[in-house]
């Protein structure tokens, strides 16, 4: 199984990227993935999930409106947009997938918001 992030980098407050997770090594279309992230000195935490069937969930409030993942099962990639950055949104974001009650990680990417 590998999973392997990309698109993070140093933006300016109020400004956009777009993070892409590919799969490879198990049944992507069956699998449930998730973005997380884990900033300086904090937990690592749920930001949103899509389930195989396209079922969506954003774990935090503070993203709502703001970040959208989803998923393109012919490519093996998750995506998350995330628009309208914030200093608080800095953090490593990780690739999550869940196939066969078993989770694997990608390595993160970094995602840094400061003027």
């Known amino acids: 199984v590998q999973l392997v992030e990309s698109g993070g980098g140093l933006v300016q407050p109020g400004g956009s990227l777009r993070l892409s997770c590919a799969a490879s090594g198990f049944t992507f279309s069956r699998a449930v993935m998730s973005w997380y992230r884990q900033a300086p000195g904090k937990g690592r935490e749920p930001v949103a999930t899509?389930?195989?069937?396209?079922?969506?969930?954003y774990n935090l409030d503070s993203v709502k409106g703001r970040f959208t993942i989803s998923r393109d099962n012919a490519k093996n990639t998750v995506d998350l947009q995330m628009n309208s950055l914030k200093p608080e949104d800095t953090a490593v974001y990780y690739c999550?997938?869940?196939?066969?009650?078993?989770?694997?990680w990608g390595q993160g990417t970094q995602v840094t918001v400061s003027s």
């Open positions: 999550k997938a869940r196939s066969l009650s078993r989770d694997y």
């Open positions: 899509i389930a195989n069937y396209g079922g969506i969930t």
